[in-house]
């Protein structure tokens, strides 16, 4: 048996499957985001006790011998512990928007360019480099606690391993991380004036380190590998390593990426490069801020259940009769392919004859448009795969398979955590079938007739957003 760890922003995951790649077993908790005032926040003491919950249960679910497990998890943020791997205070989520003024600060003076030229990294408030130098400017005493400026996965394996802090490139990729050397760029430390806690940035395993588990959640001795972080895993498990194919995932963060040998730091720094374990492979990376939060929004504003999208979708036509939403709900704006931490999302074209069904289609089609302006910022030339919990709706994926004009290979289940086994397999040097663990459920194709009807429907949403985005910088 394999077990694969998934720590969402949301959720917490773990799945077992046999030497195949089939699911034998998943379990989830559910872990709660505070929101106030633009700080997005996680208890890490929940977060860390739904992991082994999740791994407790799996694992009584599927009784026998776990022969490895891999972790991986959200990414960015800053989760600031002590040197046993316990929390200094709460976790800042990568949403988390307090840090936005410096942005814009770096954006005006030239540090933000500067940045991307260095490590092909697009800073955002939610990242590493701006909250802690928020942090070291509001909270000082936070981080003189504190023993290491940790990813999500990396809090969870140091405590499930009892072993030191460490990162690993994937994670490390944003901001410090220097894509050639694959090293911190301490002058990129510099420039954010966070010389002198330098100290905090965990040492880059490259590749990614390994572990045995000290007994919670998992049987003592369990070898166990950290990481790479949930983007990077589920290229991983749709199989997204080719270069020029991608993957799209439809979930609480709208992910496009596309698998690169290249590293073109030119042009308008948005997104990032992602390193993988293999050097001279990268993931160029544009991760909007909101994917299915956006459609959870508006269900919840209307009161229509999940249950009810596929109906609703299918009872008004593409353009929703002229309802258009520009689906940038989060509180620290976008961050790919473009960063604009003041943008807001925008309804239009709602009158008193708009219905909810309206309302939804706009939003799917407005995060549609939005993964389109993505991957094609990302490069996409091959294949294009989609996961994440927006394929549970067969009819959102042959919408988007139209305002896309391609086709997509849907991946189910708990990519993320298949995506962590194999590269646990691979760095254990224990050989899997990769094209059988990341083979698609299925492959949904565009109706002619309505994806050249959208085509046109994404000029005009790109006009739409250049507008929005002169009246955030107004």
């Known amino acids: 048996m394999y077990v694969g760890i998934d720590v969402g922003t949301s959720t917490v995951k773990a799945a077992a499957f046999d030497s195949g790649g089939r699911e034998l077993a998943v379990a989830s908790r559910p872990v709660g985001l505070a929101l106030h005032g633009g700080f997005v926040e996680q208890d890490m003491e929940e977060v860390y006790g739904a992991v082994v919950a999740v791994l407790d249960e799996v694992t009584s679910r599927v009784p026998g011998p776990v022969g490895l497990a891999g972790l991986t998890g959200q990414g960015d943020g800053v989760w600031l512990v002590d040197a046993d791997g316990r929390p200094v205070r709460p976790a800042a989520s990568w949403m988390d928007g307090r840090a936005h003024e410096l942005v814009d600060r770096w954006m005006a003076d030239g540090t933000f360019e500067t940045v991307f030229r260095r490590t092909g990294s697009a800073m955002f408030p939610g990242c590493p480099g701006p909250l802690l130098a928020w942090l070291d400017s509001h909270e000082p005493k936070a981080l003189d606690a504190a023993a290491a400026a940790l990813y999500c996965k990396d809090m969870v394996f140091q405590r499930l391993t009892g072993t030191g802090a460490t990162t690993d490139v994937s994670d490390a990729s944003m901001p410090f991380l220097d894509p050639r050397t694959r090293s911190y760029d301490n002058g990129v430390v510099e420039l954010l004036g966070l010389t002198h806690r330098r100290g905090l940035l965990p040492p880059v395993g490259d590749p990614v380190a390994t ?114 939403v520009l689906p940038y709900f989060a509180p620290s704006g976008e961050r790919a392919p473009f960063v604009e931490p003041r943008l807001r999302a925008e309804l239009t074209g709602v009158s008193l004859e708009s219905t909810p069904a309206d309302l939804i289609r706009a939003t799917c089609e407005g995060i549609g448009y939005a993964a389109r302006h993505c991957l094609a910022a990302a490069g996409l030339t091959g294949t294009l795969a989609v996961c994440g919990g927006g394929t549970r709706s067969p009819a959102w994926m042959r919408l988007l398979a139209d305002v896309l004009g391609r086709p997509l290979r849907v991946v189910e289940g708990e990519v993320g955590a298949r995506g962590a086994v194999l590269a646990a397999a691979e760095r254990y040097g224990e050989a899997l079938d990769t094209e059988a663990w990341t083979r698609p459920t299925a492959v949904v194709e565009p109706d002619a007739a309505r994806a050249a009807y959208y085509a046109e429907g994404y000029e005009e949403h790109l006009i739409r957003l250049s507008e929005a985005r002169a009246r955030a910088r107004a």
């Open 211 to 324: 572990a045995s588990t000290r007994g919670e959640g998992l049987p003592p001795g369990t070898r166990i590998a950290n990481g790479p972080y949930d983007l990077p895993a589920c290229a991983l498990g749709a199989g997204v390593t080719s270069p020029g194919d991608g993957l799209l995932i439809v979930g609480t963060c709208l992910a496009s990426l596309v698998a690169t040998t290249d590293l073109d730091l030119t042009g308008e720094p948005a997104g990032l490069y992602i390193s993988t374990d293999r050097p001279g492979h990268r993931l160029r990376a544009m991760p909007a801020m909101v994917g299915t939060a956006a459609l959870d929004w508006v269900l919840s504003t209307t009161g229509v259940r999940h249950e009810e999208v596929d109906g609703l979708l299918a009872e008004t036509p593409p353009g929703a009769h002229g309802v258009r």
